[in-house]
Each structure stands twice: as structure tokens, then as C-alpha cells.
């Protein structure tokens, strides 16, 4: 039996609801983040007076740092631990944003740039790793919840950013939005040091010499048995392999490409309609806080996807849910583009599409971990994850050059639509390859146990 199948299954102590707190929060900050330039781009372009191919840069900045984060920094938590990179993590973050407020339109859009790389570094790193350490930690008679609104907290952090700091970026300049990120992270860097405990099943599985040690001071605090010995390891085969040899060798390989294609296409929908969006709008308007209700509205009907989709793959698979939500999200989001500026038709249309359209990230974010056993699941996660971020790096430099080269609103979206569609099937394509491996494949478990393998 694993480490964490008891404690899944009895009443949470105080230290798991810190734990589940504590990671929602940082997701949530990343949320924030993630989405900081989506509604401060208005001001930027007008600030620095620079095109809309140069501001998509400036988008693409963070997942630039996100793809270092998740494939080369996030496969150290394997080896340091979950806890300490999520440490480091949140104070890269507040570099990065510590960085921003000096750019200036003498200096050009370059330390912007720098800002928004770093800060997707620390990003990039963080979300390999909380999702594990939440999953541990969770009660089973709270985990549908508790996991609804992890896959929601992205948007909430977004939501949170456009109705509070949104509206004060007219008064205050887009820098405030920058430094309100800089305190936030400082903030989540003491929380993550003072409330987020290690991975159980890292410390069960890693065979260190304080394991055990620091195993039982844990499940000391959470009041439950302590252990005379470490309980037996499953994960002798990554040892003997390597963590990268077990991610891109035999099937689990075949299953990794799978997901890395897929999710490259879906962070080029994605991201096209997260930084366009709102800024086509509000362009259309002249008016630059209308960015800031459109994130709203992407905030919102995301929250809700999510909520519906956690709560739906529950009951049904996820590798049968995810494609019928990202086929739903080619739609609506053709549709964003084709009704138009018009407002609050825009409100409401890319509220729907939103709903279905972030509803993809919670498909991938619990299929993908998965694949792979516990030493290599950070390292697996980070790789898919990692290079998906190419699509979203190329979002906002291609959206922007497409509308610098006149592409109106309908087509590009439509355009930019497509790619869901291939996520799709590549996630209908890992279910069939995962039908003929049997029922015994990794996938096959339920999310809580392949989460906390």
C-alpha cells in the first residue's frame, strides 16, 4: 500500500487543510500572473508606443520563462524535493516582478521582456509541482472539490487581477500592476517556507537517509501512525532507467509525445485568446479599461469550466471528457471572432467560450501526471507541460503579426480556433493507445491514486 492511500481515505488534520490552502494560493498567484500583461497591454502599447508584434513579445515573455521552468527547472524537484522548489520558485517570481517597473520607454520594451521571462521561470517551475503535493494532501471526501477549484484557482487569480488591479492601472500606470505582483509573491514565498510540507510519496520513494525521519515527523503532525521502516519502493525501474530515459523511452515515450503535441496545440488557442482577446476589444472601443471587464469575463467562464469539468471527471473518463470540451471550445471561440467588438455580445461570447476553452487545462493537468511513476513525475510533467509552451510562446508574436498584416478579427480566431482540435485528438489518440496497453495502465486509476503514486 502507498504512504498516502490511508490518509487519503481518513478525516484531514490541520496541517493537510494548511497544505491544501497554501497550494491553492500559490495557483492562484500564478493566475495572477499569468494573465498581469492580458489586461495591462492597453497601457503598455500606448505607453511605449510600440506595435502590436512587439507587444506579443511582451506576452510572450512568461511562457518563454515557463518553458525553462517546467523543463529544466521543475525536473530538480525530483531530486531536492517538492517543497524547496516551490520555495525557490515563488521568489523567482518576485524577481521577475521586481524587474518590470524600471522598463521606461527609453529603455524599450527589453527589461519588460527580461521580467516576464523570469517570472515564468518561477511559474513554470511551481505548477510541476503543486498539483502533486495538493493531490497527497487532499481527503478523497473533498478531492472532487478541492480539485475543482485547483483547476479553477488560474482564473480566479485572473479575475482577481482585472476587477482589483485592472481598474487602478489608469491612475497608477501599469506599473502598479507589477508591483502588486512583487508583494504578492514575497507574501506566497514566507507562506510556501512556513506552511507547505513535503511530498509524502517523494519522501517514501526517494530513500534518503532522513526519509523516514522526516516521513514520520509529518504524519506525527497529521496524527497518524508513524512508521518502523520505509514502505517498499515501486520506482526501481526508474532508478535503473533515468528519469529521462523513463519519460521518453517504450510506451510511456510514446505517451509523452502524444501529450506534448496535443498541448502545444492547445496553448496556441489558448494563449491567442487569453492576450488577444481582450486588447482586440478594447483597441476597437479606444478604450483600454474595457481590456480589464473582458479578463473579467475570461475569468469567470473559465472558473466555471473548470468547476464543471472537475466535478464531471468524477463520474466520467478524462480522456473522454477532455476532447468533447475542446471540440466545444473550437466552436465558441470561431464564434468570439465572428460576432465581434460589440459589446456585451463580446462579454458574453468569450464568457462561454472561456468556459469550455480553460476546461482543457484541467484535462490535461489530470491526465498528464499519470503517465508517469512517482521519482519521474515531475520531470514527465515538466517535459509536457514544457515544450506545450512553445505554442504558447508563438500565441501573441503570431496573433500580433497576423493583425499588424490585417487579418480581421473573425478569421484569425477562427484560424487560431483549429489547434484545439488537434488536441483533441491526440488526447483521443492516448485513450485508444491506452485501450489496446489494458486496463491496467497508469491512466486507468482514479485521479486521487494516480496522483498520490
Same mark, same amino acid.
Given at each position: 500500500?502507498?504512504?498516502?492511500?490511508?490518509?487519503?481515505?481518513?478525516?484531514?488534520?490541520?496541517?493537510?487543510?494548511?497544505?491544501?490552502?497554501?497550494?491553492?494560493?500559490?495557483?492562484?498567484?500564478?493566475?495572477?500572473?499569468?494573465?498581469?500583461?492580458?489586461?495591462?497591454?492597453?497601457?503598455?502599447?500606448?505607453?511605449?508606443?510600440?506595435?502590436?508584434?512587439?507587444?506579443?513579445?511582451?506576452?510572450?515573455?512568461?511562457?518563454?520563462?515557463?518553458?525553462?521552468?517546467?523543463?529544466?527547472?521543475?525536473?530538480?524537484?525530483?531530486?531536492?524535493?517538492?517543497?524547496?522548489?516551490?520555495?525557490?520558485?515563488?521568489?523567482?517570481?518576485?524577481?521577475?516582478?521586481?524587474?518590470?517597473?524600471?522598463?521606461?520607454?527609453?529603455?524599450?520594451?527589453?527589461?519588460?521582456?527580461?521580467?516576464?521571462?523570469?517570472?515564468?521561470?518561477?511559474?513554470?517551475?511551481?505548477?510541476?509541482?503543486?498539483?502533486?503535493?495538493?493531490?497527497?494532501?487532499?481527503?478523497?471526501?473533498?478531492?472532487?472539490?478541492?480539485?475543482?477549484?485547483?483547476?479553477?484557482?488560474?482564473?480566479?487569480?485572473?479575475?482577481?487581477? *482585472?476587477?482589483?488591479?485592472?481598474?487602478?492601472?489608469?491612475?497608477?500606470?501599469?506599473?502598479?500592476?507589477?508591483?502588486?505582483?512583487?508583494?504578492?509573491?514575497?507574501?506566497?514565498?514566507?507562506?510556501?517556507?512556513?506552511?507547505?510540507?513535503?511530498?509524502?510519496?517523494?519522501?517514501?520513494?526517494?530513500?534518503?537517509?532522513?526519509?523516514?525521519?522526516?516521513?514520520?515527523?509529518?504524519?506525527?503532525?497529521?496524527?497518524?501512525?508513524?512508521?518502523?521502516?520505509?514502505?517498499?519502493?515501486?520506482?526501481?525501474?526508474?532508478?535503473?532507467?533515468?528519469?529521462?530515459?523513463?519519460?521518453?523511452?517504450?510506451?510511456?515515450?510514446?505517451?509523452?509525445?502524444?501529450?506534448?503535441?496535443?498541448?502545444?496545440?492547445?496553448?496556441?488557442?489558448?494563449?491567442?485568446?487569453?492576450?488577444?482577446?481582450? *486588447?482586440?476589444?478594447?483597441?476597437?472601443?479606444?478604450?483600454?479599461?474595457?481590456?480589464?471587464?473582458?479578463?473579467?469575463?475570461?475569468?469567470?467562464?473559465?472558473?466555471?469550466?473548470?468547476?464543471?469539468?472537475?466535478?464531471?471527471?468524477?463520474?466520467?473518463?478524462?480522456?473522454?471528457?477532455?476532447?468533447?470540451?475542446?471540440?466545444?471550445?473550437?466552436?465558441?471561440?470561431?464564434?468570439?471572432?465572428?460576432?465581434?467588438?460589440?459589446?456585451?455580445?463580446?462579454?458574453?461570447?468569450?464568457?462561454?467560450?472561456?468556459?469550455?476553452?480553460?476546461?482543457?487545462?484541467?484535462?490535461?493537468?489530470?491526465?498528464?501526471? *499519470?503517465?508517469?511513476?512517482?521519482?519521474?513525475?515531475?520531470?514527465?510533467?515538466?517535459?509536457?507541460?514544457?515544450?506545450?509552451?512553445?505554442?504558447?510562446?508563438?500565441?501573441?508574436?503570431?496573433?500580433?503579426?497576423?493583425?499588424? *498584416?490585417?487579418?480581421?478579427?473573425?478569421?484569425?480566431?477562427?484560424?487560431?480556433?483549429?489547434?484545439?482540435?488537434?488536441?483533441?485528438?491526440?488526447?483521443?489518440?492516448?485513450?485508444?493507445?491506452?485501450?489496446?496497453?489494458?486496463?491496467?495502465?497508469?491512466?486507468?486509476?482514479?485521479?486521487?491514486?494516480?496522483?498520490?503514486?
Amino acid at each position: 500500500m502507498r504512504i498516502t492511500d490511508h490518509i487519503a481515505r481518513e478525516r484531514m488534520s490541520g496541517l493537510q487543510i494548511r497544505a491544501v490552502i497554501v497550494a491553492i494560493a500559490l495557483v492562484v498567484l500564478d493566475g495572477y500572473d499569468v494573465s498581469l500583461t492580458s489586461f495591462a497591454a492597453p497601457y503598455i502599447e500606448k505607453g511605449f508606443g510600440v506595435s502590436k508584434a512587439e507587444l506579443g513579445l511582451v506576452m510572450s515573455g512568461a511562457l518563454i520563462g515557463m518553458l525553462v521552468g517546467s523543463i529544466i527547472v521543475a525536473p530538480l524537484a525530483d531530486r531536492i524535493g517538492r517543497r524547496k522548489m516551490g520555495v525557490a520558485s515563488t521568489i523567482t517570481i518576485a524577481v521577475g516582478m521586481l524587474i518590470g517597473p524600471f522598463a521606461s520607454p527609453e529603455s524599450g520594451t527589453g527589461p519588460l521582456v527580461v521580467s516576464r521571462i523570469i517570472t515564468g521561470v518561477g511559474i513554470g517551475a511551481l505548477v510541476s509541482v503543486v498539483g502533486v503535493v495538493l493531490a497527497e494532501y487532499t481527503g478523497k471526501r473533498v478531492y472532487g472539490l478541492v480539485m475543482a477549484v485547483y483547476a479553477a484557482a488560474i482564473n480566479i487569480g485572473g479575475l482577481l487581477g *482585472s476587477m482589483v488591479v485592472g481598474p487602478m492601472l489608469g491612475a497608477h500606470g501599469w506599473q502598479f500592476g507589477w508591483w502588486a505582483g512583487f508583494v504578492l509573491s514575497v507574501v506566497a514565498a514566507a507562506a510556501t517556507l512556513a506552511f507547505l510540507p513535503e511530498s509524502l510519496a517523494w519522501l517514501s520513494e526517494g530513500r534518503r537517509a532522513d526519509s523516514l525521519e522526516r516521513l514520520n515527523t509529518l504524519l506525527a503532525k497529521m496524527h497518524r501512525p508513524t512508521l518502523d521502516a520505509l514502505p517498499e519502493s515501486d520506482s526501481t525501474a526508474v532508478r535503473t532507467k533515468g528519469l529521462l530515459r523513463t519519460v521518453f523511452t517504450g510506451r510511456t515515450g510514446a505517451y509523452t509525445f502524444l501529450m506534448t503535441v496535443g498541448y502545444l496545440a492547445y496553448m496556441l488557442s489558448f494563449y491567442f485568446m487569453t492576450n488577444w482577446a481582450p *486588447s482586440t476589444v478594447a483597441d476597437a472601443h479606444h478604450n483600454p479599461p474595457m481590456a480589464a471587464q473582458l479578463v473579467t469575463a475570461f475569468s469567470i467562464g473559465g472558473i466555471l469550466g473548470n468547476v464543471v469539468f472537475g466535478f464531471l471527471a468524477d463520474r466520467f473518463n478524462a480522456r473522454l471528457l477532455t476532447p468533447v470540451f475542446l471540440a466545444l471550445a473550437t466552436v465558441t471561440l470561431a464564434v468570439f471572432g465572428l460576432v465581434g467588438t460589440a459589446m456585451p455580445t463580446a462579454w458574453w461570447t468569450l464568457f462561454v467560450a472561456s468556459f469550455f476553452v480553460c476546461a482543457g487545462t484541467a484535462g490535461f493537468y489530470a491526465i498528464v501526471p *499519470s503517465l508517469y511513476p512517482t521519482l519521474a513525475r515531475s520531470t514527465g510533467f515538466g517535459v509536457v507541460i514544457g515544450f506545450g509552451r512553445f505554442g504558447g510562446i508563438a500565441a501573441p508574436i503570431v496573433g500580433g503579426a497576423a493583425f499588424d *498584416s490585417g487579418m480581421g478579427m473573425g478569421t484569425a480566431f477562427t484560424v487560431f480556433a483549429l489547434p484545439m482540435l488537434v488536441a483533441g485528438l491526440c488526447v483521443v489518440g492516448l485513450h485508444l493507445s491506452q485501450g489496446r496497453a489494458g486496463s491496467d495502465a497508469p491512466e486507468a486509476q482514479s485521479p486521487l491514486a494516480a496522483a498520490t503514486a
